[in-house]
């Protein structure tokens, strides 16, 4: 290690930057002159998204952004906090550990089966939620919800997953075992992975439904409810749409009290 700390700082900080944000810090305690290199702009650019002009979009979008004071600020800015984008249709945020693009497209920007029919579904505002407004179900017998994203605005070379965030206040409709809603996520092309799930937590807390593997609703850390949709990889070579959907059209009774947040595609 004594011969590898007496290379110049610029070299250090070269090999550095060809690691992970993570490696970065991480080898930061080895001496102060990797210290030095692990904060220096040469190594965290090389983490922050290349686009100059995708960088100046989203650091607009949050004006204390433009006065930080080094890129590895910057970093830490982004992954810290989601950053609302696209005239609050989605959020920018990039994953603390790899630096890989992370976005999570607001109720608004999804297509939801009759939802600007005010009998149906409405728009509300939620002090825990990070979009304006989010939707909110009364009732509908027919629950289909879409959402899409080109794989061109994420991290090349990537195994994402996409996420529903939701929850359930004074639900109903979705409890029944014999009625799971379908879940699936389609890649322009052909590729496609389709799997039944349950919303309401208390039906996936059922021994029988444990054996049988079907996946858990989890609570983030935000306090909303998610459920993985499903996953694909992002090979980067291609201009491709991935559809991302939630539907429940066999069991025709009412369902009310699921609030929709947004769709969230993250990395695996």
Same mark, same amino acid.
């Given at each position: 290690?004594? @011969? ?34 692990? !904060? ?31 890129? %590895? ?19 920018? @945020?990039?994953?603390? %550990?790899? $630096? ?16 600007? !029919? ?19 179900? *009364?009732?509908?017998?027919?629950? !289909? ?29 979705? *409890? ?23 919303? !309401? ?6 021994? *029988? ?20 949709? $499903? #996953? ?14 939630? %539907? #429940? ?20």
């Amino acid at each position: 290690m004594t @011969q590898f700390e007496e290379l110049p700082e610029g070299c250090i900080a070269t090999i550095l930057s060809r690691t992970t944000p993570i490696d970065a810090c991480r080898l930061s305690v080895v001496s102060n002159t990797f210290r030095s290199a692990s !904060d220096s702009d040469a190594v965290w650019n090389q983490f922050l998204p290349s686009d100059s002009q995708f960088m100046d979009s989203i650091i607009s979008n949050s004006p204390p952004l433009a006065n930080v004071p080094s890129k %590895k600020a910057l970093y830490l800015a982004l992954s810290d906090r989601p950053i609302i984008v696209d005239n609050g249709l989605k959020s920018f @945020q990039l994953d603390r %550990k790899s $630096g890989k693009i992370c976005y999570m497209l607001a109720a608004r920007s999804l297509s939801i089966a009759w939802v600007d !029919d005010g009998r149906y579904w409405e728009w509300i505002s939620m002090p825990n939620s990070r979009f304006r407004k989010v939707a909110k179900l *009364h009732i509908v017998c027919w629950l !289909d919800i879409r959402g899409m994203i080109n794989m061109r605005d994420l991290s090349p070379n990537t195994q994402y997953a996409a996420y529903l965030v939701f929850n359930l206040i004074n639900a109903s409709g979705f *409890h029944n075992p014999n009625s799971p809603v379908e879940i699936s996520v389609d890649v322009e092309g052909g590729c496609r992975s389709t799997k039944n799930v349950y919303l !309401d937590p208390t039906v996936e807390d059922r021994s *029988h439904n444990r054996e049988v593997g079907l996946q858990q609703t989890s609570v983030r850390n935000d306090g909303w409810l998610e459920i993985e949709i $499903g #996953e694909f990889f992002n090979p980067g070579l291609e201009d491709e749409e991935v559809q991302m959907n939630v %539907k #429940e059209t066999n069991d025709y009774s009412s369902k009310m009290g699921l609030f929709v947040e947004g769709i969230e595609v993250r990395p695996k």
